[in-house]
């Protein structure tokens, strides 16, 4: 087309410029929102099935639940579970591990801290209590008992046991810094966790305690325990 042609057909000019525009306006726009919104809409639905699941677990058990009754709990059908979890066994997995993320969290930001031993086990021992207090706590300690494929158990097993360690970890920098008496680490960690995870037993929510107050009167009986003599 030559440049006549071109401005006839309103190329170049302000008005041509107006519609093309405007024909950019009328293009409908998606129903769908972009990938990384959907990414972030299924994570906080999974979140949400899994926190459902904790309450409804420790309520009526591990077997006497079923996904129907966690869909049910979240007014979807159970095929909406499937979306998100593959079955029953996932879903208390993925209970499980949410509830020790938030040790192992914890965990790894006391180690890179600079505080002396016995200050990052309390830290530590407070974050741990809080947690078995929580909705997760009941799956943490029950869900070795509910009959897991190996292949989770497995897994279930070294989540626990980088826990046990960073315990024995925090024990000896203690020892070794005078903040805590000469000790068995490994016994130490043993009677610690052993004691903590109980939490999980017993809590009940609305309780007379709360979970802060759960921690803090198991950081002072351990504190009272571990000074140096």
């Known amino acids: 087309m030559d440049q006549g042609a071109y401005k006839r057909a309103g190329g170049g000019t302000g008005a041509g410029r107006r519609a093309a525009a405007s024909g950019r306006s009328s293009r409908p726009r998606s129903p769908?929102?972009?990938?990384?919104?959907?990414?972030?809409?299924?994570?906080?639905?999974?979140?949400?099935?899994?926190?459902?699941?904790?309450?409804?677990?420790?309520?009526?058990?591990?077997?006497?639940?079923?996904?129907?009754?966690i869909a049910a709990h979240l007014n979807?059908?159970?095929p909406t579970l499937y979306y998100y979890l593959d079955n029953k066994e996932q879903i208390i997995y993925e209970c499980f591990r949410v509830g020790i993320?938030?040790?192992?969290?914890?965990?790894?930001?006391?180690?890179?801290?600079?505080?002396?031993?016995?200050?990052?086990?309390?830290?530590?021992v407070h974050r741990y209590a809080e947690v078995m207090a929580s909705d997760f706590g009941w799956c943490m300690v029950r869900v070795e008992e509910q009959d897991l494929g190996p292949s989770m158990g497995r897994r279930i097993k070294q989540l626990k046991s980088q826990i046990d360690q960073g315990i024995r970890r925090l024990v000896r920098a203690g020892i070794e810094d005078g903040s805590i008496r000469d000790c068995d680490p490994k016994m130490t960690s043993f009677a610690l966790a052993g004691a903590l995870n109980w939490i999980g037993y017993w809590y009940r929510s609305g309780a007379a305690l709360t979970p802060a107050q759960i921690a803090d009167r198991f950081v002072d009986l351990f504190d009272h325990g571990l000074r140096p003599r």
């Open 32 to 69: 769908w929102q972009p990938a990384r919104e959907r990414a972030r809409q299924r994570e906080v639905k999974r979140d949400a099935v899994i926190l459902a699941a904790a309450r409804i677990f420790k309520e009526r058990g591990y077997h006497n639940t079923t996904l129907d009754d």
């Open 76 to 78: 979807v059908t159970k």
């Open 101 to 124: 993320g938030r040790i192992r969290a914890g965990l790894a930001e006391l180690e890179a801290d600079s505080a002396c031993g016995r200050d990052k086990l309390e830290a530590l």
